[in-house]
């Protein structure tokens, strides 16, 4: 087995050792101690003298108790962000692209169980799918795969969620998933149509949460002319 790091040219090489009690299956242990891409090359020569390579790349990336992080898989369609607190000491984080089904899946590391969820972010086509808004994040969770609460947005073509646990992980269609309302994410005084306008006009403005508001007019000078809510 050898692995090397993207832009490397020493290739280190390691032994892969039988496993006790096994006839077929070996394994070797790999230290990740950077942030890269690995690449992992895997040669086997059978008993019959055939020959097979395989090749693996992971996406790897560190996290620290106190400092936010960001883990980008190599087709840039999968990153991990992982906030202040998600791990007590200094964790290595890996992002692995698999095929499911002839469609992308993500092998997500370690495979273990956090006190504070991790934000997963997929990308997508919209050419792909008739309804983007049933696209979820599916786990692979006891033999099948099942939808997490996922929020679409359809102006930067991205799903998001968010995982306790990680591991196996893919987008897909949630037929059960019921179509949002496209709320504005910031406040905002959109601009008054028509303009110039005689003799009325309509000014619209995008509320991301309840409240309580107040719209006035003034005039070029700074001068209140009226309240138009309150």
Same mark, same amino acid.
């Given at each position: 087995? $050898?692995?090397?790091?993207a832009?490397?040219n020493?290739i280190? /090489?390691?032994?892969?050792? &039988?496993i006790p009690? @096994?006839?077929?299956?070996y394994?070797c242990?790999?230290? +990740?101690?950077t $942030?890269?891409i690995?690449?992992?090359?895997l040669?086997? *020569?059978?008993?019959?003298?055939?020959?097979?390579?395989t090749l693996?790349?992971?996406a /790897?990336?560190v996290a620290l &108790?106190t400092?936010?992080?960001k883990?980008t @898989?190599? =087709?840039?369609g999968?990153t991990? $962000? *992982?906030?202040p607190?998600v791990?007590e000491?200094?964790t290595?984080?890996? %992002?692995?692209e698999?095929?499911?089904n002839k469609? %992308?899946?993500y092998n997500?590391?370690?495979?273990?169980t956090?006190?504070k969820a991790i934000?997963v972010e997929l @990308?997508f086509a919209n050419?792909?799918?008739?309804e983007?808004?049933?696209?979820?994040?599916? /786990? +692979?969770?006891?033999g099948?795969?099942k &939808?997490v609460?996922?929020?679409?947005?359809?102006?930067n073509? $991205?799903?998001?969620?968010s995982?306790?646990?990680?591991?196996?992980?893919?987008l897909?269609i949630d037929?059960?998933?019921?179509?949002?309302?496209d709320?504005?994410?910031?406040f905002?005084?959109i601009? =008054?149509y028509p =303009?110039?306008?005689n003799?009325s006009? *309509?000014?619209?403005f995008?509320?991301p949460e309840?409240?309580d *508001?107040? /719209?006035?007019?003034?005039?070029?000078?700074?001068?209140?002319i009226?309240?138009?809510r @309150?």
């Amino acid at each position: 087995t $050898t692995v090397w790091r993207a832009g490397e040219n020493e290739i280190p /090489v390691y032994e892969m050792k &039988p496993i006790p009690n @096994s006839a077929n299956a070996y394994e070797c242990s790999i230290k +990740f101690d950077t $942030t890269a891409i690995y690449n992992i090359a895997l040669h086997v *020569i059978s008993k019959m003298g055939i020959e097979k390579d395989t090749l693996r790349q992971f996406a /790897v990336g560190v996290a620290l &108790p106190t400092l936010f992080a960001k883990v980008t @898989s190599k =087709n840039a369609g999968l990153t991990l $962000t *992982i906030n202040p607190g998600v791990v007590e000491e200094k964790t290595f984080f890996s %992002i692995e692209e698999e095929n499911v089904n002839k469609e %992308i899946g993500y092998n997500l590391q370690p495979a273990k169980t956090f006190k504070k969820a991790i934000g997963v972010e997929l @990308s997508f086509a919209n050419e792909t799918y008739q309804e983007v808004y049933k696209l979820s994040l599916f /786990v +692979f969770d006891n033999g099948e795969w099942k &939808p997490v609460q996922s929020k679409v947005n359809k102006k930067n073509k $991205t799903v998001t969620a968010s995982l306790t646990t990680l591991g196996k992980v893919k987008l897909g269609i949630d037929a059960n998933k019921k179509e949002e309302l496209d709320l504005p994410q910031t406040f905002a005084l959109i601009q =008054n149509y028509p =303009n110039p306008f005689n003799p009325s006009t *309509i000014i619209a403005f995008h509320l991301p949460e309840d409240c309580d *508001i107040t /719209v006035e007019i003034y005039n070029m000078l700074g001068a209140k002319i009226t309240t138009l809510r @309150s």
